[in-house]
């Protein structure tokens, strides 16, 4: 299938070289077609380094060309409801980058109305693809640590030379950009959780700078996350239970699962699968859904991109976090 990128930013670079990459490795389900940014020599640039035969100065007239099969949208937050809503109009299924909105508003009317047309969206969060996501609950599923009461979780990157992290215009801050995968981590692992509490410190601008969140349920576990955009820290993810405990390495990317007894010895180790870029999972699940005919995925439903959209809202009111865009688009 032909896929359209929306956008031709960082991640939009990530996700033509998984194309190539894919393509290179014998994938040939995804075909790199067309690009489309504001500046339409920043487009043609991006066509030619990786070889795509079609570039547009305008989102639209990508959107209008018959041949692109699905979209990629890699523009900033703040765009991301209107970029959709734009999609669905003109008929393109849509693989939209986290966070999938500003807010929860935003997430259900854009669903709702993709929806009504038949028209497959979902959202890029790539942890949600994975097959490591499986083999932590196969390990948890076993009972080898027993019954898990508790987790942590924690995400953050020396990111505030980016524009885009620190402009309220941009939605920018810690929550939407590495928070969200600290959020889905934890409730991957225990459900929707039926407390939410939040705190943060702010850039001068007034995005979240750094995010303690707690989340708690109501038989008694509970998980605590840190999310940064000012810092680097170790991105381990723990679940820790009556008989031992495990770790995951890198919960932006698992690399590896490391299972713990009761007396801290490791007992068992899993190695990540080998992967091309860990993007390639969500482009070959939205592939086949869309030859199946669906209008979302099974690893990302509808329900789940909204819930977490909710959490986010519940903890950006704690914290006293709104974006302008929010605004404009109610």
């Not at 939009?12 to 489309?36: C, F, P, S, W």
């Not at 939407?176 to 509490?197: K, S």
Request: hydrophobic share 40%; net charge negative; charged share 20%.
């Amino acid at each position: 299938m032909k896929l359209g990128i929306l956008g031709a930013g960082f991640i939009a670079h990530v996700m033509a070289d998984t194309v190539r990459r894919m393509q290179a490795a014998g994938h040939g389900e995804v075909e790199l077609y067309a690009v489309a940014a504001r500046e339409e020599d920043r487009a043609r640039d991006f066509a030619r380094q990786y070889g795509m035969p079609c570039a547009f100065g305008s989102y639209e007239a990508m959107l209008q060309d018959p041949a692109v099969d699905f979209v990629y949208i890699a523009t900033p937050h703040s765009h991301h409801y209107r970029h959709i809503r734009l999609c669905v109009d003109h008929g393109k299924p849509v693989l939209c980058e986290k966070a999938f909105t500003v807010n929860a508003r935003q997430a259900d009317d854009v669903l709702r109305r993709a929806r009504a047309r038949g028209v497959l969206v979902t959202e890029a969060i790539w942890t949600r693809y994975q097959p490591m996501r499986r083999m932590l609950d196969e390990v948890l599923q076993s009972g080898v640590i027993g019954r898990p009461q508790l987790l942590t979780a924690n995400l953050g990157y020396a990111m505030t030379q980016n524009r885009r992290i620190v402009d309220p215009a941009l939605a920018g801050g810690a929550l939407l950009d590495v928070g969200v995968y600290t959020l889905n981590f934890a409730e991957m692992v225990f459900g929707r959780a039926d407390g939410v509490q939040g705190l943060c410190t702010k850039h001068e601008t007034g995005v979240d700078l750094t995010d303690s969140i707690t989340l708690t349920w109501a038989d008694g576990r509970a998980a605590h996350l840190t999310a940064a955009a000012n810092a680097v820290t170790d991105r381990y993810g723990a679940v820790y239970g009556t008989d031992g405990y495990l770790l995951v390495e890198n919960i932006n990317n698992p690399q590896k699962i490391t299972v713990f007894d009761g007396h801290n010895r490791p007992v068992r180790e899993l190695p990540c699968p080998p992967q091309l870029t860990g993007y390639e999972y969500e482009l070959l699940e939205t592939v086949r859904c869309l030859e199946q005919g669906l209008v979302e995925c099974p690893s990302m439903p509808h329900a789940e991109t909204v819930h977490m959209m909710e959490v986010m809202d519940h903890l950006r009111a704690q914290m006293g976090i709104v974006y302008p865009c929010e605004a404009v688009d109610a």
